[in-house]
């Protein structure tokens, strides 16, 4: 079990750019959540999946925004047309359950998470 | 829409001292309520969690918290921190209608003095 893994660490970009984050969750796991986080706040739901169902996305989740998990393993983040207040801490997070929300809430794990920063 | 509030962003401490970090929540009805840990270059990482029964749960590395339903409160307690305590800390929280992701507060930073 090597945890979660997030791919890049960082990111910088220029405004306008389009950029891909990939997250690993742990083997197992068939949830999978996007968080973002700024300075001085806590993480922020994006999207959550269950195998590879997007089953809810946040009203941040603009239409530049898109989450994909093709085969209920890895996911991928991609941000189209950056813009400056897209710079945050982008967080994975996977667990394993079914049915009743707090099933496998309780063993969420998070990634260290992609630094992006737009320019 | 439920909400989480932790009023301190930041706390010191001494090492040795007992620790309280504050934190409320707004929802209808008992949510299920979560206490995070991040350290820097860390995942975040659950220090204990509330679900239902004991209002008084222990968690990891020493910390507890108590759910205070009529304070709409989940205060997470230590009785002797420790250098390596010095971190961010985040409450959330869970609703039960089916809603599968977790509401973070702002977090509070606790800092530790020799």
């Known amino acids: 079990d090597t945890g979660v893994s997030q791919d890049p660490r960082h990111k910088i970009t220029k405004r306008g750019q389009n950029v891909t984050f990939r997250c690993d969750p742990i083997s197992e796991h068939n949830r999978l959540y996007w968080y973002r986080q700024t300075l001085g706040q806590g993480p922020e739901f994006l999207t959550y999946f269950q195998n590879e169902a997007q089953l809810e996305k946040s009203r941040l989740l603009s239409d530049r925004f898109s989450a994909e998990r093709p085969k209920g393993s890895f996911s991928t983040l991609e941000i189209q047309r950056t813009e400056q207040g897209d710079s945050a801490m982008y967080l994975c997070?996977?667990?394993?359950?079914?049915?009743?929300?707090?099933?496998?809430?309780?063993?969420?794990?998070f990634g260290s998470g992609t630094q992006l920063s737009v320019l | 829409a439920q909400s989480v509030t932790q009023p301190d962003i930041h706390i010191t401490v001494s090492e040795g001292a007992s620790l309280e970090l504050r934190c409320n929540y707004s929802y209808g009805a008992t949510p299920y309520l979560f206490w995070y840990v991040q350290s820097p270059g860390q995942g975040l990482q659950l220090l204990l969690k509330?679900?239902?029964?004991?209002?008084l749960v222990q968690g990891i590395k020493g910390f507890e918290a108590e759910f205070k339903r009529s304070q709409s409160s989940f205060n997470l307690r230590k009785p002797s921190v420790h250098w390596s305590d010095a971190a961010e800390y985040f409450c959330?929280?869970?609703?039960?209608?089916?809603?599968?992701?977790?509401?973070f507060g702002s977090g509070t930073r606790l800092q530790v003095q020799p």
């Open positions: 997070a996977s667990s394993y359950g079914y049915g009743m929300v707090g099933q496998g809430l309780e063993k969420l794990f």
């Open positions: 959330a929280v869970a609703m039960d209608t089916g809603r599968r992701a977790l509401t």
């Open positions: 509330y679900f239902s029964g004991d209002t």
